[in-house]
């Protein structure tokens, strides 16, 4: 609901000042774009209803956009040259996904989070440990000054033949590392600052060591030399440093998009006028799917 109402406050004004940085009208411009799916309903319904108001006062088409596929693209966007077929990871509060990209807008599932996503687990780990949301820079911060190697917390189904990961077991190990079972209050917790940078730095470890390890066990089951990284996530350090590593070894071609592209921003919405392009138009009883429709576990699936 939070999140519906700051939509809902900020949503014309975002559209005025597009068009004034654009230095264009709304009848001059070809088509209205707006992310449908995945993301929360709220929000989704806001930009659902703002773009169908605009086609119709405006006899534009409406062209929907995937807000997963739209991450990717940034990277596109970014490199300024041809990305795709490429292995597609994204990393972020909500999700945690790797993808087969065919092109801009032919995506196949490859696996995800079979729990939570990699970001939502530094936001809840960064409140355990008393540091500030958002989780990620926190963790981050703290990690610096610590030993990643302090504590040995799980890397689930990091051995799996599935593309999947879980963190939720990671989270559960951080708290019982802190308080044991049960239901604290971790305000009241006194952690020395040493603790807190070796907690931050060993779980931050555990988290990279999993997304690194299946996107290179992608890349490897799908025969593709391009790896595509988007998503908060991959504005981590560690992660980035990481995955330059395995690139170098490799020998893969690593296209990450820059900090100021990894969270979410209107670079992606470039996405709309492949679709656009395509004459991929969308009907104005366009609805929104706010979760990720997950195939069944990849292990299971044939291609």
Not at 45 to 53: E, H, P, S
Not at 253 to 278: H, Q, S, W
């Amino acid at each position: 609901e939070i999140a519906s109402r700051a939509h809902l406050e900020r949503i014309l004004p975002v559209i005025d000042e597009a068009l004034r940085r654009a230095q264009t009208r709304l009848d001059e411009i070809d088509a209205v774009a707006v992310a449908n799916t995945p993301g929360l309903a709220g929000s989704l319904l806001v930009g659902l209803v703002a773009a169908k108001t605009l086609c119709v006062a405006c006899g534009k088409p409406l062209i929907a956009v995937n807000h997963l596929q739209a991450h990717i693209y940034a990277c596109r966007i970014a490199a300024g040259r041809e990305v795709f077929p490429c292995v597609g990871l994204i990393v972020s509060g909500g999700h945690t996904s790797l993808y087969r990209c065919r092109n801009a807008l032919e995506f196949e599932f490859l696996g995800g989070t079979i729990d939570d996503a990699a970001g939502e687990a530094f936001d809840k780990v960064a409140q355990m440990l008393g540091l500030p949301f958002p989780g990620g820079p926190s963790i981050q911060k703290a990690a610096a000054q610590g030993n990643p190697q302090a504590f040995s917390f799980p890397r689930a189904l990091i051995d799996d033949a599935r593309l999947d990961f879980s963190f939720s077991g990671l989270k559960t190990a951080v708290r019982y590392q802190l308080v044991g079972p049960g239901k604290p209050d971790f305000s009241k917790l006194d952690l020395s600052p040493q603790f807190v940078a070796d907690a931050a730095a060993s779980f931050q470890e555990a988290v990279v060591d999993c997304l690194v390890a299946k996107a290179m066990q992608a890349l490897r089951a799908s025969g593709l030399s391009t790896l595509c990284v988007g998503g908060g996530v991959a504005a981590n350090a560690r992660f980035r440093e990481r995955l330059g590593d395995e690139a170098r070894k490799g020998g893969f071609d690593l296209v990450i998009a820059p900090l100021k592209l990894c969270t979410d921003n209107a670079v992606m919405g470039a996405i709309a006028l492949e679709r656009f392009r395509a004459g991929l138009v969308e009907p104005l009883d366009l609805d929104a799917f706010p979760g990720l429709l997950r195939p069944k576990p990849s292990a299971e699936r044939t291609t």
